[in-house]
């Protein structure tokens, strides 16, 4: 890459960086999640807003040569990784005993009916299957999108909101995103068998069967070895005198672990958000968490460059691949919003009252994992990039996933704002107080900054 052309991505990232951080700021003094925000940012920058208004200052900022596209692709992976690690090393006894008869009753119930009813509509040919597929032209494939689409929850979205929150250490956070990690396992298995068939044609074919069946089998076995094994790996080996990684740099070492486990992950098709959030939970000590305090320093760095520059660029850049041109159907996005909300509000319900939730524990758990936008946002471009749905579709998941994240994010505020707990069985479930602002050094004296 060219000297020219580096500055000119620099340029472009200072300006989507400049626009995800003030708009977020304003979303969050209208009360509304700091996403928002920026992923507003990426849409007032992208084709169908700067580029129709000034494509002078369109092609000056977003026409990159092949080199920078795939530099600017690395920065938006970069953020999505780094926004899931953040959020596992934050999060609190995932899948610990005491919530997992809760946390399977959630999965069962809510998203097995999920799943049983969207996908008998679509057989009775009640849903508009051709309306939202893509390239591929496989409808089924699309059905099974759907399905995933209304009973996911969205696990980048969510954790932002708890993050903004600052209630990633509760027993509630544990909870929801213990329910997600497992939905992912079974998101990511079923957007395989989509995938190939959008590919292959047929289920029948013994190639599809088989990359199915690797890619179930890989899944599990990474589950297992990084929630039991990889704690007690990284424990011993973050505590070992010969570790010159740690004793060099303590944030280094963190970062290290995180692409280790990535680029792992990616030699057996893993799914590298989810690779990351359970990278970021082994590195703490798993449920145990006797890790944390060791590790609170630099991840403390981490998460600051993280939220402060990669993260916000991430969702401005989800905002920036939002389609609003001839293929964008309001009343898909309507009729998708409607019912998928109503749906999931529903059985998830139904799912927290047989897990033995009452009153507003079931409140907050059906609003909490109604925000979602069916495979996520990360999880509808790769549907899309698959051709698996078209455009219309695409956008729709995704402003989906952003209007279910305001009712769900302006909810929690509400109830931490009146003092009420997030789930009543646990009524220390509260957020963290707000950091304390640096004092300003005295006047006359000389800062020393740390070497």
């Not at 890459?1 to 003094?29: D, N, V």
């Amino acid at each position: 890459m060219s000297g020219a052309e580096f500055g000119k991505l620099a340029l472009t990232l200072a300006i989507l960086l400049a626009s995800a951080h003030a708009l977020g700021y304003l979303a969050e003094r209208l009360r509304q999640p700091r996403l928002v925000g920026e992923i507003l940012a990426g849409v007032l920058l992208g084709p169908f807003v700067l580029k129709l208004m000034l494509p002078d200052a369109f092609a000056l900022l977003f026409q990159f040569s092949p080199k920078a596209e795939t530099a600017l692709g690395m920065i938006y992976q970069l953020g999505l990784i780094l926004l899931m690690f953040c959020s596992g090393t934050a999060a609190r006894r995932l899948l610990a005993k005491e919530n997992q008869r809760q946390t399977f009753t959630l999965i069962g119930v809510a998203d097995v009916m999920n799943f049983t009813l969207v996908l008998s509509l679509g057989f009775a040919g009640l849903l508009p299957l051709a309306e939202l597929t893509g390239t591929a032209n496989q409808e089924i494939s699309t059905l099974l999108v759907l399905a995933i689409a209304v009973a996911v929850t969205s696990i980048p979205v969510i954790s932002r909101i708890f993050w903004d929150l600052r209630i990633m250490h509760t027993r509630f956070v544990s909870l929801i995103l213990g329910s997600a990690v497992l939905e992912d396992v079974a998101l990511w298995t079923v957007l395989a068998v989509a995938t190939a068939i959008a590919k292959s044609a047929t289920l029948a074919n013994q190639h599809v069967v088989g990359t199915v069946t690797e890619h179930v089998a890989a899944t599990f076995a990474f589950v297992l070895f990084t929630l039991i094994l990889l704690p007690r790996l990284l424990k011993r080996l973050s505590a070992a005198r010969w570790n010159l990684l740690y004793s060099a740099s303590p944030v280094g070492y963190v970062v290290i672990v995180l692409l280790a486990s990535c680029g792992a992950a990616a030699l057996f098709d893993i799914n590298l958000q989810f690779a990351a959030l359970l990278s970021g939970y082994a590195l703490v000590g798993g449920i145990s968490g006797s890790e944390r305090e060791r590790f609170a320093a630099p991840l403390d760095a981490v998460a600051k460059v993280s939220f402060g520059i990669f993260i916000p660029i991430y969702f401005a850049l989800i905002g920036y691949r939002l389609v609003f041109g001839h293929e964008f159907s309001f009343p898909i996005l309507i009729g998708f919003f409607v019912g998928s909300t109503i749906l999931s509000l529903i059985t998830s319900g139904l799912a927290a009252r047989l897990a033995g939730f009452r009153k507003l524990d079931i409140i907050n758990i059906s609003l909490t994992t109604n925000a979602r936008g069916g495979p996520g946002i990360v999880l509808a471009s790769v549907a899309y990039d698959a051709g698996i749905i078209n455009g219309g579709f695409f956008t729709a998941l995704v402003l989906t996933a952003v209007l279910t994240s305001q009712m769900a994010g302006s909810w929690l505020r509400f109830v931490l704002n009146r003092g009420w707990p997030l789930l009543a069985s646990n009524p220390d479930d509260k957020p963290l107080p707000p950091e304390p602002e640096a004092a300003p050094a005295p006047t006359g004296t000389t800062v020393k900054l740390p070497v």
